[in-house]
T-cell receptor
Framework: GAVVSQHPSWVICKSGTSVKIECRSL??????MFWYRQFPKQSLMLMAT?????????EQGVEKDKFLINHASLTLSTLTVTSAHPEDSSFYICSASSGGAETQYFGPGTRLLVL | KQEVTQIPAALSVPEGENLVLNCSFT??????LQWFRQDPGKGLTSLLL?????REQTSGRLNASLDKSSGRSTLYIAASQPGDSATYLCAVDHNQGGKLIFGQGTELSVKP
């Protein structure tokens, strides 16, 4: 199956700093990428949908100025958590597909801990 | 608003048992339903995808069924093994746009 990678796999940062997480599709062109957040013992919650070359569409309650998403190429999307705070500590997972309704392939996740 | 519920939240069985995981959704107008496996601290592995027009899908020891009208899906695991221990998530694609709505998951433990 298709492979999606995320970098870094985990990151620890101080409160107030910004953190960038990369999501790459390694062997296919990802027209659409999705970003999810998962708190401990909870399920995945969709944060935003990004289509290559377009602005991301954010879910209700997700601050677009805090979670900056860039999908500048067909193989790379980035999520930047700006001015991170301890409550942003979570497991962030991306998925990629070759079209909105096509099969999504999930990355391994990035664990963020904000001190 | 579509909501997905999974029962039970946790399940522990001895090795070799057959088991069933349940998933229900409130709005039957779905495009497809998927079952995923998640190991601790890891991403998701897709197990089975059932299109809205299908009733079931099978892969090895796994069989997933879908009853759209009643808003239910089941994942049947035959002859469970310790390696099956993981959290199993179901998710529905509600609007054909790929936006998946996930259940809370069932944490499965298979004891040797």
């Amino acid at each position: 199956g298709a492979v999606v990678s995320q970098h870094p796999s985990w990151v620890i940062c101080k409160s107030g700093t910004s953190v960038k997480i990369e999501c790459r599709s390694l062997d296919f062109q990802a027209t659409t990428m999705f970003w999810y957040r998962q708190f401990p013992k909870q399920s995945l919650m969709l944060m935003a949908t990004s289509n290559e070359g377009s602005k991301a569409t954010y879910e209700q309650g997700v601050e677009k100025d805090k979670f900056l998403i860039n999908h500048a190429s067909l193989t790379l999307s980035t999520l930047t958590v700006t001015s991170a705070h301890p409550e942003d500590s979570s497991f962030y997972i991306c998925s990629a597909s070759s079209g909105g309704a096509e099969t999504q392939y999930f990355g391994p996740g990035t664990r963020l801990l904000v001190l | 608003k579509q909501e997905v519920t999974q029962i039970p939240a946790a399940l522990s069985v001895p090795e070799g048992e057959n088991l069933v995981l349940n998933c229900s959704f409130t709005d039957s107008a779905i495009y497809n339903l998927q079952w995923f496996r998640q190991d601790p601290g890891k991403g998701l592995t897709s197990l089975l995808l059932i299109q809205s027009s299908q009733r079931e899908q099978t892969s090895g020891r796994l069989n997933a069924s879908l009853d759209k009208s009643s808003g239910r899906s089941t994942l049947y695991i035959a002859a469970s093994q310790p390696g099956d221990s993981a959290t199993y998530l179901c998710a529905v694609d509600h609007n054909q746009g790929g936006k998946l709505i996930f259940g809370q998951g069932t944490e499965l433990s298979v004891k040797p």
